[in-house]
């Protein structure tokens, strides 16, 4: 029996078969997971650990990941518990094994370990399951009455059922870039019209907000041939890419567009650093809704549009953007990055500095004050939204909306609840 401790990604307790996975190995690794799985690499990209959660992968272990990267997102967005920054071994494949996303993979477990663990999982199962049953219909709102709006992050279709079933007021958040990873060619217009309108009738009357593409960086799908760069955190990704791929960006807002004839959705744009990014995409939307209209189609003309912030710049410019949009969305995964110099992905700086720095409280703070003078709405979607230590603080700063994994929700809701 070996123990080896990791960084928690995400909590949860599975057993499994570890599967050790590098990527040299191809699309041939997915058809190899039949039985229960627990993955085990030392990198693992986001379209990798996307096939996986749609295989019967049950835990993940990447030596290579980080808190606020989007192998560590993902996994709570599928529910899989998940650790980072431990020492892998090859030798594991094949073994069987315990994944505690608390902090533990326990390879080969003897029989008093695999009892122990047998009831610490079911009874976190219940837990769960028994928070997300008694939250489900209760608002999020303090005992004083200040309330806030818990909306879900999602990236697939399949993710809007465990929204609602964790008690979700909306989609914060569809990133839509891991329906892009997951197709083998561009979605077109019709099929994301399509997938739009079947999440949103699910949803009903809840907020549904769409994020256009954002791709670049670690998220690169093979048909968009995007050119290795440097330094790609810095490079050539979402607005900047749909801003001037006009036959990738039309299409999803047409589709986004159409889809807001049919429910309460908002669009969002990625990325932004400047004023004139948003008067482009205006002006390209602008002429997106004269085509439809020309075209008899139905959509929402007051469609609520805004963006994400994310980086220091649009911090720092925040009271000129917010009388362009109806929203912000603060986006602490990569503000942290761009505003602490950390690579969101390195898990030997995560544990060095961690997003509630103060140069990020105060950014949220100054983005929510020229959020609210411009009377638009603000949300934080990053993985800070989900720290309780900071729920009052939020509050305090007047953020109407956190946007986090479905999971988080129940536990974030009983936290506004106990609030004064
Ligand atoms: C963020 O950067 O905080 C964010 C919400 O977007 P993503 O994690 O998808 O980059
Ligand atoms: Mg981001």
Redesign the pocket.
């Given at each position: 029996m070996v123990a080896a401790r990791g960084t928690p990604l995400n909590e949860g307790i599975r057993f499994g078969r570890i599967f050790y996975y590098s990527e040299h190995m191809g699309h041939a690794a997915f058809d190899e997971i039949k039985e229960p799985t627990i993955v085990v690499a030392v990198d693992l990209t986001p379209g990798d650990t996307i096939r996986f959660g749609r295989l019967n992968v049950v835990g993940l272990v990447v030596k290579n990941a980080a808190p606020?990267s989007?192998t560590a997102?993902l996994s709570r967005t599928m529910g899989l518990p998940a650790l980072c920054g431990e020492e892998v071994d090859a030798q594991w494949h094949g073994l069987p094994a315990i994944i505690d996303g608390g902090g533990e993979l326990i390879v080969n477990p003897d029989e008093p370990t695999r009892s122990e663990y047998a009831l610490k999982a079911d009874d976190f199962d219940a837990r769960q399951r028994e928070l997300a049953s008694v939250s489900r219909d209760l608002s999020a709102v303090t005992k004083s009455g200040n309330s806030i709006l818990l909306y879900a992050?999602i990236n697939a279709v399949s993710d809007v059922e465990n929204a609602i079933a964790n008690g979700a007021a909306g989609i914060g958040?569809f990133?839509t870039e891991f329906m892009f990873m997951e197709s083998s060619d561009l979605p077109g217009e019709e099929q994301q019209f399509q997938i739009y309108t079947a999440m949103a009738s699910r949803l009903g009357t809840g907020k549904f907000v769409i994020r256009t593409l954002?791709v670049g960086a670690d998220k690169t799908p093979g048909y968009l041939h995007l050119e290795p760069e440097e330094n790609p955190a810095l490079g050539y990704r979402a607005i900047r890419i749909s801003l001037d791929r006009r036959d990738i960006f039309v299409p999803q807002i047409r589709a986004i567009l159409r889809a807001s004839a049919y429910a309460n959705v908002a669009i969002m744009y990625?990325m932004i650093v400047s004023v004139d990014e948003v008067l482009q995409i205006k002006e390209i939307v602008g002429q997106v809704m004269e085509d439809l209209t020309g075209e008899d189609i139905p959509f929402n003309r007051d469609i609520e549009q805004g963006i994400?912030i994310?980086t220091p710049a649009a911090v720092l410019i925040s009271d000129d953007l917010a009388p362009l949009v109806d929203f912000f969305?603060?986006?602490?995964?990569?503000?942290t990055q761009y505003m602490l110099a950390i690579d969101r992905t390195n898990p030997r700086l995560a544990e060095r500095y961690g997003p509630s720095h103060p140069a990020i409280l105060r950014s949220i703070k100054l983005v929510a004050e020229n959020a609210r003078s411009a009377g638009a709405w603000v949300s934080i979607?990053?993985?800070l939204a989900a720290d309780e230590a900071l729920t009052s603080t939020f509050l305090d700063y007047g953020v109407d909306a956190l946007?986090v994994s479905p999971s988080r929700i129940p536990q974030l809701k009983v936290a506004v609840r106990n609030i004064d």
């Amino acid at each position: 029996m070996v123990a080896a401790r990791g960084t928690p990604l995400n909590e949860g307790i599975r057993f499994g078969r570890i599967f050790y996975y590098s990527e040299h190995m191809g699309h041939a690794a997915f058809d190899e997971i039949k039985e229960p799985t627990i993955v085990v690499a030392v990198d693992l990209t986001p379209g990798d650990t996307i096939r996986f959660g749609r295989l019967n992968v049950v835990g993940l272990v990447v030596k290579n990941a980080a808190p606020n990267s989007h192998t560590a997102i993902l996994s709570r967005t599928m529910g899989l518990p998940a650790l980072c920054g431990e020492e892998v071994d090859a030798q594991w494949h094949g073994l069987p094994a315990i994944i505690d996303g608390g902090g533990e993979l326990i390879v080969n477990p003897d029989e008093p370990t695999r009892s122990e663990y047998a009831l610490k999982a079911d009874d976190f199962d219940a837990r769960q399951r028994e928070l997300a049953s008694v939250s489900r219909d209760l608002s999020a709102v303090t005992k004083s009455g200040n309330s806030i709006l818990l909306y879900a992050n999602i990236n697939a279709v399949s993710d809007v059922e465990n929204a609602i079933a964790n008690g979700a007021a909306g989609i914060g958040n569809f990133k839509t870039e891991f329906m892009f990873m997951e197709s083998s060619d561009l979605p077109g217009e019709e099929q994301q019209f399509q997938i739009y309108t079947a999440m949103a009738s699910r949803l009903g009357t809840g907020k549904f907000v769409i994020r256009t593409l954002d791709v670049g960086a670690d998220k690169t799908p093979g048909y968009l041939h995007l050119e290795p760069e440097e330094n790609p955190a810095l490079g050539y990704r979402a607005i900047r890419i749909s801003l001037d791929r006009r036959d990738i960006f039309v299409p999803q807002i047409r589709a986004i567009l159409r889809a807001s004839a049919y429910a309460n959705v908002a669009i969002m744009y990625p990325m932004i650093v400047s004023v004139d990014e948003v008067l482009q995409i205006k002006e390209i939307v602008g002429q997106v809704m004269e085509d439809l209209t020309g075209e008899d189609i139905p959509f929402n003309r007051d469609i609520e549009q805004g963006i994400m912030i994310e980086t220091p710049a649009a911090v720092l410019i925040s009271d000129d953007l917010a009388p362009l949009v109806d929203f912000f969305s603060i986006g602490t995964n990569d503000l942290t990055q761009y505003m602490l110099a950390i690579d969101r992905t390195n898990p030997r700086l995560a544990e060095r500095y961690g997003p509630s720095h103060p140069a990020i409280l105060r950014s949220i703070k100054l983005v929510a004050e020229n959020a609210r003078s411009a009377g638009a709405w603000v949300s934080i979607s990053g993985e800070l939204a989900a720290d309780e230590a900071l729920t009052s603080t939020f509050l305090d700063y007047g953020v109407d909306a956190l946007t986090v994994s479905p999971s988080r929700i129940p536990q974030l809701k009983v936290a506004v609840r106990n609030i004064d």
